[in-house]
């Protein structure tokens, strides 16, 4: 996993927070940062708001269907 460390401030307006990232995650594999990167899903699958308002999630379906197929099941 990676992490960031973050310094957390407030504004006069107490409800005003903002952090500030104090250190980040280095990829040595693709020798960049990994904050403000997107991460593209190996299995792209599009949970649409009724389905998941009805308890539905076709993004875990597909990571189960993936996992199963993986094992021989």
Same mark, same amino acid.
């Given at each position: 996993?990676?992490?960031?460390?973050? /310094? /957390? @401030?407030?504004?006069? $307006? *107490?409800? &005003?927070?903002?952090?500030?990232? +104090?250190?980040?995650?280095?990829? =040595?594999? #693709? !020798?960049?940062?990994? #904050?403000?990167? +997107? =991460?593209? *899903?190996?299995? &792209?699958?599009?949970? $649409? *708001?009724?389905?998941? +308002?009805? !308890? !539905?999630?076709? +993004? =875990? #379906?597909?990571?189960? %269907? @993936?996992? =199963? %197929? #993986?094992? !021989?099941?």
């Amino acid at each position: 996993g990676t992490a960031t460390s973050v /310094w /957390w @401030e407030t504004q006069v $307006d *107490p409800t &005003l927070v903002f952090g500030i990232p +104090q250190i980040g995650s280095w990829s =040595l594999m #693709e !020798g960049r940062f990994l #904050e403000n990167d +997107q =991460l593209d *899903p190996d299995i &792209l699958v599009y949970n $649409d *708001p009724a389905s998941v +308002q009805a !308890g !539905g999630d076709a +993004q =875990l #379906e597909a990571a189960v %269907k @993936e996992m =199963l %197929k #993986e094992i !021989g099941f």
